[in-house]
């Protein structure tokens, strides 16, 4: 298995037991699932007296995305101007590391180009994405974008493909 981290911040963001599609050369989809957590049933195989049984043990159960919940991904938030900002200082650092991992001028302008026109894209439907950070909630990092398909209830994420490293587990 692969885990793909932050590559400016070391943060978990994804792995490849999710399916990974690659996006305009420069960011992957994955579909996410909405799973429940907590609300786990003991049977002691005693029956509980009517008394005990309307008292009951609080343990709820609470719907949460598997990516997100599985990640520790910590929601955030912005207004467009926010995010653009963030978004032009999130490309620069993504540039840099990649020319300090070696990459060739061509693939550095390659991100540059397919980055920008996949931002666009990103800008123009602002209003449809949710925004998480990792764990650490450096805001250098990337931001994880959360958006629904089509059919308005099948979440799935963005990450941005040159803005990970692989960790074989």
Request: charged share 30%; with cysteine.
């Amino acid at each position: 298995m692969i885990i793909f981290k932050d590559a400016l911040t070391d943060d978990e963001i994804i792995s490849d037991s999710f399916d990974m599609k690659e996006v305009d050369g420069v960011a992957y989809e994955v579909d996410c699932q909405m799973i429940v957590e907590g609300a786990v049933q003991v049977d002691t195989g005693a029956n509980a007296s009517a008394e005990e049984a309307e008292e009951g043990i609080e343990d709820e159960a609470v719907k949460v995305n598997n990516v997100v919940h599985s990640f520790r991904l910590q929601s955030t938030s912005f207004d467009k101007k926010s995010y653009l900002t963030y978004l032009k200082g999130y490309m620069k650092s993504v540039k840099k590391y990649l020319q300090e991992a070696g990459k060739s001028d061509e693939e550095v302008k390659d991100f540059e180009t397919k980055a920008q026109g996949f931002a666009k894209k990103i800008i123009g439907n602002f209003k449809d994405y949710e925004f998480y950070t990792g764990e650490s909630m450096n805001p250098d990092g990337m931001v994880v974008l959360l958006n629904y398909r089509e059919d308005g209830t099948t979440p799935y994420v963005i990450v941005w493909k040159h803005g990970l490293k692989e960790m074989k587990v």
